[in-house]
C-alpha cells in the first residue's frame, strides 16, 4: 500500500465500493499470480483474512463452489500460520480450531481410486503434492504449534470415526492422521498408545493395500515418535505384523512400506530387544531380497529391493556383533547388485547397497577381519606359487571385490551429478571404515595385495 495520501486514500475509497464477493475474486486471483510482486500477494492475503473476519457469515454464503473451496483454503492456510506463529492467541480461540480439524480431514480423504497404485514401482508426483498431502501437513504443523492438550481431544473422536468407515479413503485418512500428530501430541497419545497401537495393528490386514499401506506408515513413524518406548513395548506385535506384511508379494508398494516400516523400528530399537528375532529377520529378508533381486533382472524392478537392503543395513546396524552369523547370507547378493546396478535408474538402489555393506563390515567387520587377517598371516608363510589364488578362495574374496568395486566407483566420481546416492553410499562406506582400526589395517594390506597384482 503506498506511503503517498494522495494515492491511498482514493484507492480505500475504491475497494469500499466493491462487492464483497468481487473482493474475494479479486483477492484470491491476486495471492495466486505469480508474477505479482511478492508485498503485493502479502497486502492481498492482508486484505482477505480482514474481509473474511469482519463479514464472513454475510459473504461466504454467496460465493460459488469453487469459491468457497479457495476460501477455506485460504483460512485453512491461515489457521496453521497463525497456530506456528502465535500459538498463544489461537489456544483462547479454540472453536475457530476446532471447526478447521475437520476440513483438514476431509482434505485428507480426497484420494483417487487407482488400481495400478500398489504396483508402482516410481512414486508419482501426486504422492507429494495433493489435497491429501497437504491436509496431512497441516494437520501436523497444528498438532506441533498447538500440542496435543488443545489438538488430541479435538481430532481422537474424528479419527476413530473414520476407521471404522467401510470406505477405504476413510481409513486411509484416519491412519495418516495419526502418523501427522504422533509429534505434536507426544504426551498425550504415549498416555494411550497401547489402545491406539492395538487399534492400528488391526489394519495390517485389511482388504485394502492402501489402507495397510498408511498402517505400515502409522507404525514406522510412531515408532521414531515414540522411540525406545515403542519399541520396549511392542517388539513382538510390530515385528511379526511387519514381516507379515513384507509377505505381500501382490501389492510392492505396500512390501516397500512395510520395510521402511522395520527400517524405522531397527534404528532405535535396543539391541536386546532385537536379537532375539534376528533369525526370523534374517529369513524373512534374505527370501525377499532374493525374490526381488530376481524381478530386478527379469522385469527391472526395484522399489521393494530398495528397501529391503535398506531394512538389512538398519538390523545389521543394531545387531553388531550378533549380526556375524548372517553375514555370508547377503553378501554375495549385496556384491551381485554393486556389480550390476550400473544403470542411471538404479544408482540409488546401488547407493543403498553400497551404504547397506558398509553397515555391515562396521558391524560384523571387527570379528571377521580378526579370522581373516590370522589366516592372511599363515598363507603369507607358505611362499606358494598358488599364493593369490588360496588367499581368494578361502579368505578375501567378499572384502577384495567390493574394494576393487568401491575403487572403480571412486575413480568414476567426476561422471557421477552431485546428487547421485552413489557419491553418499560410498562417502558413508570410508567414513565407517576408518573408525574400525581393524577393517583400516585388513583394506590396507588389502590394497598392497591389489597393487602387487593380485587377482582375486
Same mark, same amino acid.
Given at each position: ?340 546396478? !550400473? ?30 587377517? !590370522? ?82
Amino acid at each position: 500500500m503506498s506511503p503517498d495520501n494522495n494515492v491511498r486514500k482514493p484507492a480505500e475509497e475504491t475497494y469500499d465500493t466493491i462487492p464483497g464477493q468481487n473482493k474475494i475474486t479479486f483477492l484470491l486471483q491476486a495471492i495466486r499470480d505469480a508474477s505479482a510482486a511478492e508485498e503485493v500477494k502479502q497486502m492481498a492475503a492482508v486484505l482477505l483474512r480482514r474481509l473474511l473476519s469482519s463479514s464472513f457469515d454475510e459473504i461466504y454464503q454467496g460465493l460459488t463452489v469453487e469459491m468457497q473451496t479457495a476460501v477455506k483454503t485460504e483460512l485453512l492456510t491461515m489457521i496453521v500460520t497463525l497456530s506456528e506463529t502465535a500459538a498463544a492467541m489461537l489456544r483462547k480461540h479454540t472453536a475457530i480450531v476446532a471447526q478447521s480439524v475437520p476440513q483438514m480431514l476431509a482434505m485428507m480423504v480426497d484420494l483417487e481410486d487407482d488400481e495400478e497404485w500398489a504396483m508402482a514401482d516410481e512414486l508419482e508426483d501426486d504422492d507429494f503434492d495433493s489435497n491429501a498431502v497437504a491436509g496431512e501437513s497441516a494437520l501436523d504443523r497444528i498438532a506441533c504449534g498447538l500440542g496435543g492438550k488443545i489438538v488430541l481431544p479435538m481430532i481422537k473422536q474424528h479419527i476413530m470415526q473414520m476407521l471404522q468407515n467401510p470406505d477405504w479413503k476413510y481409513r486411509h485418512a484416519g491412519l495418516m492422521a495419526l502418523s501427522a500428530i504422533g509429534e505434536g501430541c507426544h504426551q498425550q497419545m504415549e498416555a494411550i498408545l497401547q489402545e491406539i497401537v492395538s487399534f492400528v495393528l488391526i489394519f495390517c490386514t485389511d482388504p485394502h493395500p492402501r489402507v495397510r499401506y498408511a498402517a505400515c506408515n502409522a507404525i514406522g513413524q510412531m515408532a521414531t515418535d515414540f522411540a525406545p518406548t515403542f519399541q520396549k513395548k511392542f517388539h513382538e506385535k510390530v515385528i511379526g505384523a511387519l514381516l507379515q506384511t513384507m509377505e505381500d508379494q501382490s501389492n510392492p508398494r505396500v512390501q516397500a512400506h512395510a520395510a521402511a516400516a522395520l527400517i524405522n523400528f531397527t534404528e532405535d530399537c535396543p539391541k536386546s530387544l532385537l536379537v532375539p528375532y534376528l533369525g526370523s529377520l534374517v529369513q524373512h529378508l534374505n527370501v525377499i531380497m532374493v525374490a526381488k533381486l530376481q524381478e530386478l533382472i527379469e522385469k527391472g524392478t526395484k522399489l521393494v529391493l530398495e528397501q529391503v537392503v535398506t531394512s538389512i543395513a538398519s538390523v545389521a546396524d543394531t545387531a553388531e556383533e550378533k549380526f556375524v552369523p548372517y553375514y555370508e547370507v547377503f553378501m554375495p547378493s549385496l556384491k551381485h547388485i554393486v556389480e550390476n546396478a !550400473v544403470q542411471k535408474e538404479l544408482r540409488l538402489l546401488r547407493g543403498k547397497t553400497i551404504e547397506c555393506i558398509s553397515l555391515i563390515g562396521l558391524a560384523v567387520g571387527k570379528e571377521k577381519v580378526r579370522s581373516r587377517r !590370522v589366516g592372511l598371516v599363515r598363507i603369507q608363510l607358505l611362499h606358494s606359487d598358488s599364493h593369490s589364488h588360496v588367499l581368494s578362495q578361502q579368505f578375501m574374496p567378499d572384502a577384495s571385490a567390493v574394494m576393487q568395486l568401491l575403487l572403480k566407483t571412486q575413480t568414476d566420481f567426476n561422471d557421477l551429478e552431485d546428487d547421485d546416492p552413489q557419491v553418499g553410499g560410498v562417502e558413508s562406506l570410508w567414513w565407517r571404515l576408518i573408525c574400525v582400526p581393524e577393517l583400516v589395517n585388513f583394506f590396507l594390506d588389502l590394497l598392497h595385495d591389489l597393487s602387487l597384482g593380485t587377482h582375486v
